[in-house]
């Protein structure tokens, strides 16, 4: 008969420990936002052609907004993401998934983000398809991040503390009123892209505000 006391520091055999999913997320994280400034590009003397310098850096304020947006975006997905990984006191593998999903369309961010500030100030449907595509990879990255948050929550028994239904549903509304606005941005691309960038600026100031307030109202035990 094995007498060995089972040790408290393995994970539950039913599931696995968020350490590694955290730890993973926070790299990808990582790399999406530094690649972001590599689109920040220096005016060679040559290529100035008689302008000035200070003039060169002015005329590539697309690449600076579209920056300072997407930059802002991703980082207030991880910090939201972090406050969603302290629920949790273990994942599953659909959890696991559905933060691959998530990820992915975190890490695609610098694309439409040089895309846009290539084709902002194009004045033709190129600025307009350029707007769409990054309205889209937003929606594309909301829908994610709630599938996730529901992921996280479905199952009392893997957070350290059971949250209330109504309190996830609360929590899920405001998610998607930022889901419909993130809609609505794709119409806005096709009147506006500069207005739609600066409304996704607005929606990154609207998560910077904790949206998962209604499942934080428990305390936490600490991991």
């Known amino acids: 008969m094995n007498t060995t006391a089972p040790d408290p520091s ?41 302008e000035s ?7 590539q304020w697309p690449s600076y907004f579209a920056y300072l947006v997407s930059f802002l975006v991703i980082g207030i997905i991880w910090i939201n993401h972090h406050a969603m990984c302290a629920l949790a006191r273990r994942v599953d593998r659909r959890t696991l998934f559905a933060n691959l999903f998530l990820l992915l369309t975190v890490s695609v961010i610098p694309y439409p983000t040089r895309l846009l500030a290539t084709y902002l100030t194009a004045g033709d449907t190129d600025a307009h398809t350029a707007a769409a595509v990054y309205a889209a990879t937003m929606v594309a990255m909301g829908l994610a991040f709630s599938l996730l948050f529901l992921s996280f929550t479905r199952d009392a028994r893997a957070l350290h503390t059971p949250v209330p239904r109504a ?3 609360a929590a899920m509304r405001r998610f998607s009123l930022g889901g419909l606005a993130y809609l609505a941005t794709i119409g806005i691309a096709f009147l506006s892209p ?13 998560y910077c505000f904790d949206q998962l307030a209604p499942v934080r109202r428990t305390p936490v035990t600490p991991r």
Request: aromatic share 6%.
């Open 194 to 206: 500069v207005a739609m960038l600066a409304t996704h600026a607005l929606l990154a100031v609207y």
């Open 167 to 169: 309190d996830v549903n």
């Open 10 to 50: 393995r994970r539950d055999a039913t599931g696995f420990s968020t350490a590694r999913l955290e730890a993973f997320s926070d790299g990808v994280f990582a790399i999406a936002i530094t690649l972001l400034v590599l689109d920040l590009n220096v005016p060679e003397p040559d290529s100035l052609h008689g």
């Open 53 to 59: 310098l200070a003039g060169a850096l002015a005329h």
